[in-house]
């Protein structure tokens, strides 16, 4: 019975003894790979791609060895959206490719100069003579390439001293007049300014049509000005009937920016039904916008006409009344320009929300025959395209701005006014009624 025993103790001293001599190996790997796409408009965005590997080794004391391989797949989705083809973003031109889509503004029109040769035909148009153009200016204008040539990355308008056309200077002027007019939205050019003293660098616009008049009623935006008699100063204008440089009271901005004329630099305005504000390099120097109470003693386009289509001029002017004097030792100097875009913010694609009412109707400076109504503007998601005035309950006047002025009324008379909002996709707010009545005689 000992012997016995004492085999069996021998014998299972022996299997630990070998077990510990021995080792397993349990090896697990988990493999997780995804890729998504999404598809728009035929540009396919990748929009993620991973792959997370996770490897454990462990050893236990046995013998047996048990690899494990786990692959947990996943499905790639393609999502096609198709844009509304009436959107700004279905329909950016082939010319802004370039141009980013930044806060909203989306390119409308380019022009990146990157060709040779005279400018593009299809864009700008070329302005030529002399006179002074109202300013005492002393340049005559050309279409010379001497004057503006494309050297495939950007327009370079050259003032240079000579005699032509009975002036002592050329340079060159082009615009887009009777080409692309526009109304609203952000214009943005990149360039270089002149620094010789009497140069006179723009880019600026006028109306299409003179709707309330020859300059300054119908209006003019100055976007970028600058003189070489006073370097490194940006100026920012605009002139109407009411505000102008003739009488010397014009709504303008200026910024100093040393070393202005030594390096390119991006200049732009925003401009919208009742503000025109002015950047340098995407930041904010000067804004000016329409206020009702400020301007009842005039017709309201008299202070603000901005509410047509204007299209862009560029040009690089000698002396005037704002160039100044010219250096006597001047024999040319250059305006360069890299490029000039268009944004405009789509305000109607996707627009279902409704617009806030006006508030605080006021009827001012009645009279027998006439008032004037302003109201607190409203607010909307997008914008406000026109505050819709009835008069006895039927439809009588569309403005933009933010006041009206009633005429021909009869005196003694009690109005009943109701005004409403309108966005750019239609939505209408709650109309909002007020009453007034006229003075007598």
């Given at each position: 019975?000992?012997?016995?025993?004492?085999?069996?103790?021998?014998?299972?001293?022996?299997?630990?003894?070998?077990?510990?001599?021995?080792?397993?190996?349990?090896?697990?790997?988990?493999?997780?790979?995804?890729?998504?796409?999404?598809?728009?408009?035929?540009?396919?965005?990748?929009?993620?791609?991973?792959?997370?590997?996770?490897?454990?080794?462990?050893?236990?004391?046995?013998?047996?060895?048990?690899?494990?391989?786990?692959?947990?797949?996943?499905?790639?989705?393609?999502?096609?959206t198709t844009l509304d083809p009436n959107s700004l973003l279905a329909n950016i031109p082939s010319d802004c490719n370039l141009a980013p889509i930044e806060q909203g503004?989306?390119?409308?029109?380019?022009?990146?100069?990157?060709?040779?040769?005279?400018?593009?035909?299809?864009?700008?148009?070329?302005?030529?003579?002399?006179?002074?153009?109202?300013?005492?200016?002393?340049?005559?204008?050309?279409?010379?390439?001497?004057?503006?040539?494309?050297?495939?990355?950007?327009?370079?308008?050259?003032?240079?001293?000579?005699?032509?056309?009975?002036?002592?200077?050329?340079?060159?002027?082009?615009?887009?007049?009777?080409?692309?007019?526009?109304?609203?939205?952000?214009?943005?050019?990149r360039a270089k300014v002149p620094a010789g003293l009497g140069t006179w660098p723009a880019f600026w616009m006028m109306p299409k049509s003179s709707v309330y008049g020859g300059w300054p009623n119908s209006g003019e935006i100055d976007i970028l000005e600058h003189v070489g008699n006073n370097l490194d100063s940006l100026l920012g204008t605009i002139h109407t009937g009411k505000y102008n440089h003739m009488t010397g009271n014009q709504k303008g901005h200026s910024r100093y920016v040393k070393g202005l004329s030594e390096e390119f630099h991006v200049y732009s305005i925003t401009w919208n039904e009742h503000t025109i504000s002015w950047q340098i390099n995407g930041l904010n120097y000067g804004i000016t916008t329409f206020i009702p109470?400020?301007?009842?003693?005039?017709?309201?386009?008299?202070?603000?006409?901005?509410?047509?289509?204007?299209?862009?001029?560029?040009?690089l002017a000698m002396g005037g009344g704002l160039g100044g004097s010219v250096d006597p030792n001047f024999i040319f100097d250059r305006f360069e320009i890299d490029y000039v875009r268009v944004y405009q913010k789509d305000h109607v694609t996707g627009d279902t929300i409704k617009p806030f009412s006006p508030t605080d109707i006021e009827a001012l400076r009645i009279t027998p025959t006439s008032a004037y109504l302003i109201w607190t503007r409203a607010f909307d998601n997008r914008q406000i395209k026109y505050y819709n005035i009835y008069v006895n309950g039927v439809l009588n006047k569309k403005v933009s701005l933010n006041t009206w002025k009633m005429s021909s009324l009869l005196p003694n008379t009690t109005y009943m006014i109701e005004i409403e909002s309108e966005d750019y996709a239609g939505n209408r707010s709650a109309k909002v009624p007020f009453s007034f009545t006229t003075t007598s005689e």
């Amino acid at each position: 019975m000992k012997k016995i025993t004492i085999f069996f103790v021998l014998l299972f001293t022996l299997i630990g003894f070998i077990g510990c001599q021995s080792s397993t190996t349990i090896s697990t790997t988990t493999a997780l790979t995804t890729s998504s796409s999404t598809t728009i408009d035929s540009t396919t965005i990748s929009t993620w791609e991973s792959t997370t590997s996770i490897t454990s080794t462990t050893t236990i004391p046995t013998t047996t060895t048990i690899p494990t391989t786990t692959t947990v797949p996943t499905t790639s989705t393609t999502m096609t959206t198709t844009l509304d083809p009436n959107s700004l973003l279905a329909n950016i031109p082939s010319d802004c490719n370039l141009a980013p889509i930044e806060q909203g503004w989306i390119p409308v029109w380019c022009e990146e100069f990157n060709y040779t040769g005279p400018v593009d035909p299809t864009k700008w148009k070329h302005q030529v003579g002399g006179g002074g153009f109202g300013n005492q200016e002393l340049q005559y204008y050309t279409s010379r390439p001497e004057n503006a040539i494309v050297d495939g990355e950007k327009l370079i308008i050259t003032a240079i001293k000579e005699s032509y056309g009975g002036h002592a200077y050329t340079s060159s002027k082009i615009w887009t007049q009777g080409l692309h007019n526009f109304k609203y939205g952000k214009f943005e050019i990149r360039a270089k300014v002149p620094a010789g003293l009497g140069t006179w660098p723009a880019f600026w616009m006028m109306p299409k049509s003179s709707v309330y008049g020859g300059w300054p009623n119908s209006g003019e935006i100055d976007i970028l000005e600058h003189v070489g008699n006073n370097l490194d100063s940006l100026l920012g204008t605009i002139h109407t009937g009411k505000y102008n440089h003739m009488t010397g009271n014009q709504k303008g901005h200026s910024r100093y920016v040393k070393g202005l004329s030594e390096e390119f630099h991006v200049y732009s305005i925003t401009w919208n039904e009742h503000t025109i504000s002015w950047q340098i390099n995407g930041l904010n120097y000067g804004i000016t916008t329409f206020i009702p109470g400020e301007n009842l003693d005039v017709e309201t386009y008299m202070a603000w006409p901005f509410d047509q289509e204007f299209y862009l001029i560029l040009n690089l002017a000698m002396g005037g009344g704002l160039g100044g004097s010219v250096d006597p030792n001047f024999i040319f100097d250059r305006f360069e320009i890299d490029y000039v875009r268009v944004y405009q913010k789509d305000h109607v694609t996707g627009d279902t929300i409704k617009p806030f009412s006006p508030t605080d109707i006021e009827a001012l400076r009645i009279t027998p025959t006439s008032a004037y109504l302003i109201w607190t503007r409203a607010f909307d998601n997008r914008q406000i395209k026109y505050y819709n005035i009835y008069v006895n309950g039927v439809l009588n006047k569309k403005v933009s701005l933010n006041t009206w002025k009633m005429s021909s009324l009869l005196p003694n008379t009690t109005y009943m006014i109701e005004i409403e909002s309108e966005d750019y996709a239609g939505n209408r707010s709650a109309k909002v009624p007020f009453s007034f009545t006229t003075t007598s005689e």
